[in-house]
C-alpha cells in the first residue's frame, strides 16, 4: 500500500470508529459488559496510542537517533495483522498507560474533536515523509516491538477497526 492509500485507509478507519461512538446514546456510550472497555474507553484508548506516533512524526532526526532504521525485511499489512492477534491470543495487554479510565459521556464530543485534530496532525506529518522512509525509520510498539512507520501505519490503521469491532459485539450484550 502506497503513502496516499494507507493515510486515506488510516483516517477513514479511525473515522468509523469515531463517527459510529458519536452516534451512540450516552447509555450506550457508557455500557460495559463482562467487565470489557466502555465505546468511550475504546476511543479514548486509540487516541492514546495514536498521541506517541504523531509526537515522533514530529522530527525524523529525533526518530533516526532514537530508534534507527529497520534491519529485517519489511512486513505487509496481512503479516503486521497477524503478528497483533498473535500477541493477543498469547495475552498481550495494552501497558498502562494506554489503558483509558472511566470516561464521562459529556466529553465525546470533546474527545471526537481532538481525535479529528489528531488525525489531521498525523496526516500532515506523514506528508513530510517519503515512502523510503517509512519503510526504513523504525518506532517503538510496545507488543511487537520495533516497527517501521509503515508497519506502524498498518496496525494503527487495523486497530481503530479491532477496537469497533470489539464496541459493536460488547454494545449486543
Known amino acids: 500500500m502506497r503513502k496516499q492509500e494507507l493515510i486515506?485507509?488510516?483516517r477513514e478507519n479511525h473515522l468509523e470508529l469515531v463517527d459510529y461512538i458519536a452516534a451512540l446514546t450516552a447509555g450506550q456510550f457508557s455500557y460495559s459488559r463482562?467487565?470489557?472497555?466502555t465505546p468511550g474507553q475504546q476511543l479514548?484508548?486509540?487516541?492514546l496510542c495514536l498521541m506517541p506516533i504523531a509526537?515522533?512524526?514530529a522530527s525524523k532526526d529525533f526518530i533516526l537517533q532514537k530508534f534507527g532504521k529497520i534491519d529485517r525485511p519489511l512486513l505487509g499489512y496481512d503479516a503486521v495483522v497477524e503478528n497483533y492477534k498473535t500477541e493477543l491470543a498469547n495475552g498481550?495487554?495494552?501497558p498502562e498507560r494506554?489503558?483509558?479510565?472511566?470516561?464521562?459521556p459529556d466529553?465525546?464530543?470533546e474527545l471526537s474533536a481532538q481525535m479529528a485534530a489528531l488525525l489531521q496532525t498525523i496526516e500532515q506529518l506523514l506528508d513530510q515523509y517519503t515512502d523510503e522512509e517509512l519503510d526504513h525509520l523504525v518506532l517503538p510498539h510496545p507488543l511487537l516491538g520495533n516497527l517501521t512507520i509503515r508497519?506502524?501505519?498498518y496496525l494503527m490503521t487495523y486497530h481503530a477497526t479491532h477496537h469497533l469491532r470489539q464496541t459493536e459485539m460488547n454494545l449486543k450484550g
Open 8 to 10: 486515506a485507509k488510516f
Open 34 to 37: 463482562n467487565g470489557k472497555w
Open 44 to 47: 479514548k484508548h486509540v487516541y
Open 55 to 57: 509526537q515522533a512524526l
Open 92 to 94: 498481550g495487554k495494552a
Open 98 to 104: 494506554f489503558v483509558p479510565e472511566k470516561f464521562d
Open 107 to 109: 466529553h465525546e464530543v
Open 151 to 153: 508497519e506502524m501505519l
